[in-house]
């Protein structure tokens, strides 16, 4: 019994890993919109800390970037033409 509810939450915590990652996904737009007007203030230190966690966002002489694979995530975002 013990190793279902183990399991059981171990599949929770991916499914909120999986939540987050999503969330985070889709807000990238917005971010890159705040550093790109000097904003950084406006987006919580959480978000900051998970998305240099996932090599979205690198710190850079003091302030932030967004590395290739950001970009590539951003990419993923925008719409594309017919």
């Known amino acids: 019994m013990a190793?279902?509810?183990r399991a059981s939450k171990?599949?929770?915590e991916a499914n909120e890993r999986a939540a987050q990652r999503e969330r985070l996904r889709q807000a990238?737009?917005?971010?890159v919109d705040r550093l790109k007007q000097?904003?950084?203030?406006l987006i919580d230190a959480d978000d900051i800390e998970a998305y240099v966690?996932?090599?979205w966002l690198e710190w850079h002489g003091g302030g932030l970037r967004l590395t290739i694979t950001g970009r590539n995530v951003?990419?993923?975002l925008a719409p594309t033409s017919i």
């Open 3 to 5: 190793a279902i509810s």
């Open 74 to 76: 951003r990419a993923q």
């Open 28 to 31: 990238l737009p917005e971010t």
């Open 38 to 41: 000097r904003h950084a203030d």
């Open 10 to 12: 171990s599949l929770e």
């Open 53 to 55: 966690a996932l090599n």
